[in-house]
């Protein structure tokens, strides 16, 4: 358990000193969020009716384009190899990697999304469920995302095939997680988001420990 | 050369070697072509000129003998590559890659005709190419996935060590396609309500039915054909690889 918790203090510790990065996720978001009135017009009812789908595209993008750093810097300079001899099994590791993975890119992205719930006029209501449904659904975007980058690891210009390969396994959690927040109050959308969510984290650590293991022998 | 050596060696380790599974299965080839050219013109003549008008599609009904077993292929070509891909992961089987890969390209086929099929039976029934029904749009993520396998598979210059990640990767898709598939029908009932498409109705008569089972062979037995022959090409491209391998080699020492 200490490697465990040893493992996500490093890779906090990482990607904070490392800086820009976070920052720049969250602009890319609002960015993403702020550019489609241009595209569809200065509509508000209009907006305001699709903003639910704005806000998760434009964090299912920042997500997807976030992967790449998932092991690939670990990979280069070598560490990767180090973290497989270790005592933690390679799957805890990567458990680690994909809790903090959502701490440093998914939590950013909810904490900026009231600024783009304002600029897109969305209400209250809406507003509170858009966050419900974005704290379910993006563990699952975190952990699906786990399995491409792991996929593409050793790829030397592997950046685009992950979100290639991970694009079509999350259009349930899309679904689920834009039907949280338009759907009836007693619809079953959310329990099935934290259902997929629950079920990704707890599986794809071993998909992705696999797929790494089997890609660098 | 005698296939048969010792009597241990079962016909699961013997096609292991790519040499002696191409013995093994080069005379099946022939025949298997032979027979699906002739279910294919038992099938057509069946479906084209041997079966009735359907009473509201007229003629157009006869799309569905060739859309109804592209459909049926683009989800079975799935199950091969999950096999296969479990025979690379878990018993190392040389030929299983081999298999997994030949499926990918045919799979994707398969399943962009059951779209286009699709598209040609929903514009004069329907009154469109597309719709965002439940079906098609599961049919169409599928071909997304399947191009993402082909992408992978590109990806990598040793295919040895392709295999086993996209095994690994392909076996994370088939645990998902259900899921895909359930989240998929919940969203377009959410979006429209239950409409003509389950009009096709609850049970067709044998005049129907026979041409369509004729067809679904001849489609099923046209994959197993061509992967046959393309697990063949795909060993002859290896070892021509390797060939060319040993030949640099020669020139520099």
Sequence with gaps: MSGFVAMLRRELALSWRGGGNVLTLVLFFVITGAIVPFAVGPD???LARIAPAIIWIAAFLAMLLGLDRLFRPDHEDGSLILLRQADLPLS???AAKVISYWLVSAL???????LLAVLLGMDLPAFARTLVSLLLGTPALAAFGAIGAATSVTI?????IAPILIAPLSIPVLIFGVGTITAAQSSAAPLFLAALSLMAMALAPFAAALAISLAED | MSIQSTPKQSWWNRIAHPGQFVAWSAPWLWPLAVLTALLFAMGLWLAFIDSP???????TVRIMYVHVPNAWLSQFVYGVMALSALGTLVWRHPMADVSMKAAAPLGALFTALALFTG???GRPTWGTFWEWDGRMTSTLVLLFIYLGIIALWRAFDDQLRAARIVAVFTLVGAINIPIIKFSVDWWSTLHQPASVFRADGPRM???ILAPLFVMFAAFTLLFLALHLKSMHTEIKRRRIATLQRKAAQGHTA
Excluded at chain 1, 156 to 160: D, S, T, V
Excluded at chain 2, 53 to 59: E, I, L, S
């Design chain 1, 92 to 94: 805890a590791v990567i």
């Design chain 1, 108 to 114: 950013p992205l909810i904490l900026a999304s009231p």
């Design chain 2, 205 to 207: 008569p044998p005049s």
């Design chain 2, 53 to 59: 008008q359907d009473y509201q599609m007229g003629h």
């Design chain 1, 156 to 160: 030397r210009h592997g950046g685009l």
């Design chain 1, 44 to 46: 508000k009812p209009l």
């Design chain 2, 119 to 121: 598209a040609l039976w």
